[in-house]
């Protein structure tokens, strides 16, 4: 267990940064933010900020010699960056839960591995194995690239032959993974904790709508049967356990006549759980602070219903009216100019029973 | 009306500046906060600290030419300083709430100008005054200084004729104030905001314990009948508005058999406030940043009960067990060891209907 006062470093400045900063603060403890570009949202917020690229090894040494514990923001940490870190600090989660969630097809091979339901697919790394694992899924199919994806980046969608072509050039080469289309009737997630005593907590579901690959809004309570409910919380708990992790993971999952698949999962605090700030006492970002510190994990009891909302690009210019409307808890991320799919911030609206 | 990205200058490293700071970033500002102390509470969530004291010219006019508003989050500014910072950025709340609030005689003669009732009251600067005094409101009373007192510091009571001397010699030749005992069943505070657009929002009353002259509790809602509460809000607006004032203020009042008297008034977010942290969608402190920086006042309405509960020097020993307990919320200011009377951190229990 952390002593108070002790410093948590945190890889990657963004607003997730920033806001588990803020977190560990209310908890006592300072943190050290390490980002490789100027003046990151969670800059504004923590303690000490080292501003190196992650192939900086001098930088990298510096900064785990200044620090108790280790911690992310994003899961695309070089492996050497994580190699240099991991011989001076505990990093949590672990190196496992980054190698898996780095890699879509390890992901899915471990997923299905444990039993889990996830869409068909298969590894592409070239035209025969893309007309191939067409063979299998049919169409329409989107081809990912297995790593560094994230707000739908790295995506292409086959609708027809003609984009068979397109799709694979889009990826540039880089080995790739062809999934099935799921006919799904929504996505959820679940926010799942995992202590360092082995405890597991699961927030409620949430119901998740995206726009453009990104997400736009996620309602609490999801639209679930109680039987879907507990599948949900049942399949983030076999996940955390397998991996013996330590922190706060975000688990999107469909829901489908056959049952919930596992979209993909995240081995870090996750947009889908920032409604928590505004309806539970302790929420997801506290929540992965205490996993990591080495605390118990609090009460994440949800007491209200809420809508989240993303203020992606210009949708700040709402921020005027937002500001003037009940129930309405507004984030901004303190970055620059709105761009188009830029998360500026979100607002988190209550609804009270 | 302050732009996303705009600098906010406080007065004040302490928890009070700390919490203002998260505040002030939720929103998109960034803060700099001006402190003598090194490794203030508020450094671990700021943008920048300036570590000078408040006779240090340079770095005032430094400290102002870097931000774009500047306010505080304690009264006892020096009137230099002031006079330094005054003339290069705007300070809200303004001169003359600080010049009231920093004098005892001077905010309770402001108060019973406006028809508010207070505690009698007289200035003593000799054992003449004190005897002429302590003849009008009898005893018990309390001698106060009229300056630089907080959490019972400078205060000496006095009870029986013995304790007339040993009050005076405890003012150490300070200008000061006798105050007579007022009959009162509880104490509550108001805390109150209003918008650079003359808007006034009160937060519901909540009822304070005090131990040993420091804050124990503060519990929402106070035991008021419909027409205390609305005196109570009336009476903050009031004050309020004869300031044109812009900002969160803390009103305390007495319940009197005679209906409500101020205590004091603190022109800043009061620890009597904290609870809004817990139960408000706008806290005290996102509130006193909107103000300040012209952005319209928030919604502030409470929605569930709460105790608030500080932790003062060995309090914090508690927290192992706070941390485990269902519907509270913790927050640590980040100091070094527990003294006795120093304010570590406190609790929001929040209590749902």
């Known amino acids: 267990m952390l002593e108070p006062g002790a410093v948590i470093g945190l890889l990657g400045g963004g607003q997730l940064g920033r806001m588990l900063s803020v977190a560990a603060a209310r908890l006592g403890f300072r943190t050290h933010v390490y980002e490789p570009a100027a003046n990151p949202p969670a800059a504004d917020v923590c303690h000490r900020v080292t501003t190196a690229g992650y192939d900086d090894i001098a930088a990298l040494t510096a900064f785990a010699g200044s620090v108790d514990v280790i911690t ?14 991991e011989r001076l600090r505990p990093i949590h989660p672990n190196r496992r839960a980054l190698a898996i969630s780095q890699d879509r097809i390890s992901e899915k091979d471990f997923l299905t591995g444990l039993g889990l339901g996830c869409a068909p697919y298969a590894a592409v790394t070239s035209r025969a ?13 989107i081809l990912k690239t297995t790593r560094l994806g994230y707000d739908g980046k790295g995506q292409a969608r086959i609708t027809v032959p003609a984009d068979v072509g397109p799709a694979l050039a889009a990826m540039q080469g880089a080995p790739s993974v ?4 799921v006919d799904f009737s929504r ?27 990104i997400l736009r809004t996620t309602t609490v309570p999801a639209r679930l049967n109680p039987g879907q409910r507990a599948d949900a919380v049942l399949i983030a708990a076999r996940i955390l356990n397998a991996l013996d992790y330590v922190g706060v993971m975000g688990v999107e999952l469909f829901v489908t006549p056959q049952g919930l698949l596992v979209n993909e999962i995240a081995p870090r605090v ?11 006492t302790v929420d997801q970002f506290e929540q992965h602070i205490r996993a990591v510190a080495g605390l118990p994990l609090g009460d994440g009891n949800r007491y209200a219903d809420v809508v989240m909302e993303n203020l992606i690009g210009d ?13 309405t808890a507004l984030h901004l991320y303190g970055k620059g100019a709105p761009r188009p799919g830029r998360k500026m911030g979100h607002v988190n609206r209550v609804i009270r029973g």
């Open 72 to 85: 992310y923001e994003f899961e695309n940490i070089p492996t050497s960056a994580l190699d240099t870190l």
């Open 129 to 141: 194995d893309l007309d191939a694992a067409l063979a299998r899924t049919g169409m329409p199919a």
């Open 178 to 181: 062809l999934e099935g289309f």
């Open 187 to 213: 996505e959820v997630s679940v926010i799942a904790a995992r202590g360092a005593d082995g405890s597991v907590a699961c927030y409620d579901p949430g119901e998740n709508v995206h726009e453009g690959g």
């Open 270 to 280: 996750h947009n889908s759980g920032h409604w928590t700030q505004a309806s539970c």
């Open 315 to 327: 949708d700040v210019l709402r921020v005027p009216e937002l500001l003037n409307a009940p129930n």
